[in-house]
């Protein structure tokens, strides 16, 4: 028995339904971001931060956080109900997706009474911006190893160090930070710290980092000696591994608590039979060759499959033999399978594949050789579809540890 009013929920979806065909604009006259990751230009922020803001005031983001902090209180289908729609529509994306989908999730969890009424509200309006800063120029995968470094000083601690691939780094207003506090702790680990780090500090740099599709996202962060106030920390000093470990659960969707709202703009695999119908092997559309056929078919069935596997997921009597299986596999193969979707969008275009966004020749306007090189930064961002694998490997197959 569900634990909410059915007919409560089948309102509120009519009544999101409505609000979202009414309200989600179409007449963008410049290029929309594919997702959180390439937010590059101000006019993409600016729109896309009022758009959010909109979609909140109207109550269909963070309809399951607690009232309290600035949620709606209700029953997480009803956030569903509406991520479903904004995902349908195709709306914009949400911007604040690191607030959204690792920093307030874990506010809500693990957060004081404090922190969760400074920071959970903004996040939801869009007007307190966040970014991670975890990777380091020397330490991705080997996170432990970070060595950026914060050192308490009276009633501050003081950062020096660098953090990259910082999506949205230029125009956050506050890190979640992963710095060294105790270089000499009995392990790495142990020495590792957590911040709530405000970014418009002195002290702080961001420099844009260029993608390979010419778009921008993320860029280096640099601190030198920047001075952050010392109730900044989250939790205690030494539990840093620990929260980011936390955070990255809900980044690999192993753990739930996401605000919700849609953060990428997925292909959807049925506009590739458009292309097929239209795109011509050896003169004759290509949807009548028998080879394109059968992986068209394979990749409907596999888009299927992972719509459905997402749904079982959220079912706890079908995930419970294996919790965390469905939702760490679904990173991997969700990412992997959008990539191979682009790529063979792209092969059906003959000489035409080699256009890109802007060419008058390319086939609707690029959009898939953009969703193709945009695709790896899901395959990266995150922990890499290796480590990925290392971790189903570890800790839900029970395997060795490499
Ligand atoms: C678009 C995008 C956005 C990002 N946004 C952020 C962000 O906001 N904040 C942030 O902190 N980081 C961010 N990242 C960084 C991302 O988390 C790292 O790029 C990722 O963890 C890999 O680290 P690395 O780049 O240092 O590669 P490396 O760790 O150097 O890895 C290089 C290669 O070696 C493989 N490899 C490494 N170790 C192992 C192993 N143990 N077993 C098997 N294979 C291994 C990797 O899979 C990869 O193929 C972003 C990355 C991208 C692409």
Request: charged share 20%; hydrophobic share 35%; aromatic share 10%.
């Amino acid at each position: 028995m569900a634990d909410f009013d059915q007919q409560e929920l089948t309102e509120f979806t009519e009544a999101a339904a409505a609000w979202f065909k009414e309200n989600t604009p179409h007449d963008v006259d410049f290029m929309l971001p594919l997702t959180f990751m390439e937010v590059g230009t101000d006019q993409q922020f600016n729109f896309l931060r009022d758009w959010q803001n909109k979609v909140y005031e109207a109550g269909y983001l963070g309809a399951h956080w607690p009232k309290e902090y600035g949620g709606g209180g209700r029953h997480r289908a009803f956030q569903d109900a509406a991520t479903k729609i904004m995902a349908q529509e195709r709306t914009p994306i949400m911007l604040n997706a690191i607030g959204l989908n690792w920093t307030g999730p874990l506010l809500i969890d693990r957060g004081s009474e404090d922190e969760k009424q400074k920071y959970i509200k903004g996040i939801l309006s869009a007007e307190t911006i966040w970014c991670q800063g975890f990777s380091e120029p020397e330490h991705g995968s080997d996170l432990g190893n970070a060595q950026t470094r914060a050192v308490k000083d009276g009633d501050e601690y003081i950062i020096n160090g660098s953090k990259i691939w910082t999506t949205q780094g230029n125009y956050a207003d506050y890190m979640i930070l992963l710095a060294r506090t105790n270089p000499d702790a009995e392990n790495k680990y142990k020495g590792l710290s957590f911040f709530l780090a405000p970014m418009k500090n002195s002290g702080v740099e961001t420099v844009p980092i260029k993608k390979l599709t010419g778009e921008y996202g993320f860029t280096q962060t640099f601190f030198t000696d920047a001075r952050i106030p010392a109730n900044c920390l989250m939790g205690n000093e030494g539990e840093g591994w620990l929260i980011a470990m936390q955070t990255l659960e809900y980044e690999r969707g192993a753990r739930s608590g996401q605000a919700g709202g849609h953060v990428m703009m997925m292909a959807d695999p049925t506009d590739i039979l458009g292309l097929a119908r239209e795109a011509k092997l050896n003169g004759r559309p290509a949807i009548e060759d028998p080879a394109v056929q059968e992986e068209l078919v394979a990749l409907m069935t596999e888009a299927r499959a992972l719509g459905l596997n997402s749904r079982r997921d959220k079912i706890q009597p079908l995930a419970q033999d294996r919790p965390m299986s469905l939702a760490l596999g679904s990173k991997l193969s969700s990412t992997d399978f959008y990539q191979r979707l682009n790529a063979f969008a792209i092969s059906l275009q003959g000489t035409r594949a080699a256009y890109y966004v802007g060419d008058d020749s390319a086939h609707d306007n690029g959009i898939w050789q953009r969703g193709y090189l945009n695709s790896f930064s899901a395959t990266i961002g995150g922990g890499t579809s290796q480590i990925q694998r290392n971790i189903i490997g570890e800790h839900v197959l029970g395997l060795p540890k490499s």
